[in-house]
């Protein structure tokens, strides 16, 4: 492999990682407001809720409340670092 071929997937490998990051973080923020009950009208919180919800729900499908602990973005949290895991540990070999 050539070293500009190394770069590009070394920089690849960092953004991924980078984005996948920010999401689990995001996600993060997403339990903690469901413990507060935030202003809906604030964009912050619009804005994490539109960027979660759509990967929640189909999970909230399957995973009913326990006690009313809604536990969706915990299995999300774990997939998402399963499928870092994979995606970055493959690309890595290269």
């Given at each position: 492999?050539?070293?500009?071929?190394?770069?590009?997937?070394?920089?690849?490998?960092?953004t991924l990682s980078f984005v996948i990051?920010?999401?689990?973080?995001?996600?993060?923020?997403?339990?903690?407001?469901?413990?507060?009950?935030?202003?809906?009208?604030?964009?912050?919180?619009?804005?994490?809720?539109?960027?979660?919800?759509?990967?929640?729900?189909?999970?909230?499908r399957f995973i009913p409340?326990?006690?009313?602990?809604?536990?969706?973005?915990?299995?999300?949290?774990?997939?998402?670092?399963?499928?870092?895991?994979?995606?970055?540990?493959?690309?890595?070999?290269?």
């Amino acid at each position: 492999m050539s070293h500009m071929t190394g770069s590009f997937l070394g920089a690849i490998i960092s953004t991924l990682s980078f984005v996948i990051n920010i999401y689990a973080w995001i996600l993060i923020a997403r339990v903690f407001m469901s413990w507060i009950n935030p202003d809906p009208g604030n964009p912050v919180v619009q804005f994490i809720y539109r960027i979660t919800e759509p990967v929640l729900e189909p999970f909230r499908r399957f995973i009913p409340p326990i006690a009313g602990i809604d536990f969706s973005p915990i299995v999300v949290f774990i997939l998402i670092r399963f499928l870092e895991n994979l995606l970055l540990g493959s690309l890595r070999v290269y």
